[in-house]
């Protein structure tokens, strides 16, 4: 296992216990690296052995190994994680915390301890659980997005409809990518991925029109473009008289695309509905 000391990388996970309504906030610190090989980023608990309440947890992502540490209350010794965040912790701020977490109070919340290895000295030290609730702002590591806004698009089309696309925020700038299909139901249409800068910099927008779906980690963007790939491009269906090909099925344009395209991934797991902002985060 390698050693990190510097910079320290931080994970902010929920832990549920199967004691109903117990939820507690904790600290993770990224000191060594595990090698791993599952594609999908998420984080792995080993079982408690008997009479051991320490359990090994790690992420995919980035290798990060963990202790997860329960309570004697037989009700808390299972966790499972959530909301799992990523940072970096500036290494003053980091000493600044090792020479005064004896301090912090016990929340009136009761969770599992943390015990991380390889801080100082290769000694266990423990963080123990916080509320979420605001006083200290962490940057992310080097301004970079770790994880991408997702949106629909509408921009001017060559008929009366609205032509509809995804965009994906990589940029801090705004900009990005668009995943749309072109062409139409006459001849039918084709998938094209393309960067684009910010979608109301360009003068065919329509204000008003972009809409959040939801968000998606960086890592998982060739998974993202694969999914999309996949989805069924709108084939020709009209006849030169304008009658459908085949009128038991309905017509499909750009906005039912996007539709299916906006499923897919989402039932691949790939993008999460809603937003998470890693830009700042807010720690107790």
């Avoid at 009366?160 to 990589?170: D, G, K, M, Q, R």
């Avoid at 062409?183 to 800068?197: H, P, Q, R």
Wanted: overall charge neutral; some cysteine.
């Amino acid at each position: 296992m390698q050693y990190r000391p510097s910079p320290y990388l931080f994970y902010l996970a929920i832990l549920q216990s199967e004691w109903p309504s117990r939820h507690s906030a904790h600290l993770f610190v990224k000191t060594e690296t595990i090698e791993t090989s599952s594609p999908t980023p998420k984080l792995h608990t080993t079982n408690a052995e008997s009479g051991n309440p320490m359990e090994r947890a790690w992420c995919d992502e980035c290798g990060c190994g963990i202790w997860l540490k329960a309570t004697k209350s037989p009700e808390t010794t299972y966790f499972k994680a959530g909301l799992f965040e990523h940072g970096e912790i500036p290494q003053p701020t980091m000493e600044n915390w090792m020479k005064n977490m004896e301090k912090w109070e016990q929340p009136a919340l009761d969770g599992p301890n943390i015990s991380l290895r390889g801080l100082t000295n290769n000694q266990n030290t423990t963080f123990r659980p916080f509320n979420i609730k605001s006083t200290l702002k962490l940057k992310s590591r080097n301004n970079s997005k770790m994880s991408c806004k997702v949106y629909t698009i509408e921009r001017l089309g060559m008929s009366s409809l609205n032509h509809v696309a995804i965009f994906v925020e990589t940029e801090t700038d705004g900009g990005g990518l668009i995943f749309h299909v072109t062409g139409n139901v006459l001849s039918g249409m084709k998938y094209e991925k393309k960067a684009s800068e910010r979608p109301d910099n360009s003068a065919s927008f329509i204000a008003g029109t972009q809409r959040l779906i939801g968000t998606l980690q960086t890592s998982k963007l060739s998974d993202f473009e694969s999914a999309c790939e996949s989805v069924p491009v709108p084939g020709a269906q009209l006849k030169l008289n304008g009658t459908p090909k085949d009128p038991s099925k309905p017509i499909r344009r750009c906005g039912e695309w996007v539709e299916d395209a906006k499923a897919k991934v989402i039932a691949d797991g790939v993008l999460l509905v809603g937003s998470t902002d890693h830009n700042w985060l807010l720690l107790l």
